[in-house]
């Protein structure tokens, strides 16, 4: 892909930013210039891996120069080493100018809630949902990231019908925001006398949490009903009218919450997932009038897209919106998952640039 023109039309942005940042007026709305400041840092550790990247892609070319022209096989050996380690450092470059490149997402800086429910399949989806909640705990554990449970509802085996967590993290909807959709699990369960091999799903949702100022919930829109805990959790969940149930009247949508004692703090957290829900329902609307050719290539987010199989039999995660298998399932289950998001989000860059490529191209031009 050629960068060119979309580097240079960011670095006329950047002298632009240089030159407001330099008036003293602009310091008197801190806001403002707080999101101009960032913006021109971002832009400028751009730059700084577009020079990385440039440097990488010259000294693959004296390399590649230098084993056309080599006739000493020594010469030759060395030269295809040195080659083949400077065109992995060129790819690192390149996936780290695309990152650098785009444009910040306005969830990025959010908490995000994480949601997984069990599919078809009966108990063992349940399972497989339990599955996937360790594998995205394990992996937020070794990012740093923590982790509020937020509503839980365990299966008769051990499984989880739906559990819904809070990530808080640098990071964490960047990270996370392609795992939404069908996941789907092809292994024989522990419960299969005859050795078949079933299949099963489970749903993700991974949702930029919502705060107070994103969505504003009136009283009269909301209908919040307390009522006794079932299920497990222990004498005192199980007889004090601790859950907290919230409907939105004019969605129609519907909260429960009843992870721990306290009635206000489960009003809290269903409030908070209300919102997110309601926040997400908004983002999505926004997209669905984006025009077909703006659109996200590798998935719409929707948690009825089939995005990717677990095949226990064959050893391999395969993502279907690219496609590209892994192979080592035990390591990605257990929460090894950044190689295949990596793969993602580099295929995501290279489309939204090629987006951006498309929509300036087609720009009007000025005249000075």
Known sequence: MDLSGYVSRLRERYEELEEILSRGEIYAQPARAAELTREHARLKEAFGHHGLWLSAQEKVGSLEALLQEAEDPELQRLAEEELAQARLEAQAAHRQLLLALLPGDENESRNTMLEI?????????????????????????????????????????????????????????????????????????????????????????????????????????LRIEVCRAGGPGGQGVNTTDSAVQVLHIPTGLIVRCQEGRSQIKNREKAITI???????????????????????????????????????????????????????????????????????????????????????????????
């Open 117 to 221: 429910r069990a599919g078809t399949g009966g108990e063992e989806a349940a399972l497989f949902a339990a599955d996937l909640y360790r594998m995205y705990s394990r992996y937020a554990e070794k990012r740093g990231w923590r982790l509020n449970p937020m509503s839980l509802a365990p299966s008769d085996l051990g499984g989880l019908k739906e559990i819904i967590v809070e990530i808080a993290g640098e990071g964490v909807y960047r990270q996370l925001r392609f795992e939404s959709g069908v996941h789907r699990v092809q292994r024989v369960p522990a419960t299969e006398s005859q050795g078949r091999v079933h299949t099963s799903t489970a749903t993700v949702a991974v949702l930029p949490e919502a705060g107070e100022v994103d969505v504003v919930l009136k009283p009269e829109d």
């Open 274 to 368: 209300l919102r997110t829900r309601l926040l997400a329902q908004k983002q999505q609307e926004e997209r669905a009038r984006l025009s077909s050719e703006r659109r996200s290539l590798i998935g719409s987010g929707d948690r009825h897209e089939k995005i990717r199989t677990y095949n226990f039999p064959q050893d391999r995660v395969t993502d279907h919106r690219i496609p590209v298998t892994f192979h080592g399932l035990a390591s990605v289950l257990d929460g090894n998952i950044e190689p295949l998001l990596e793969v993602l989000a580099e295929r995501e860059m290279e489309e939204r640039l090629a987006a951006e490529e498309t929509t300036a191209a087609a720009a009007p031009r000025t005249t000075p």
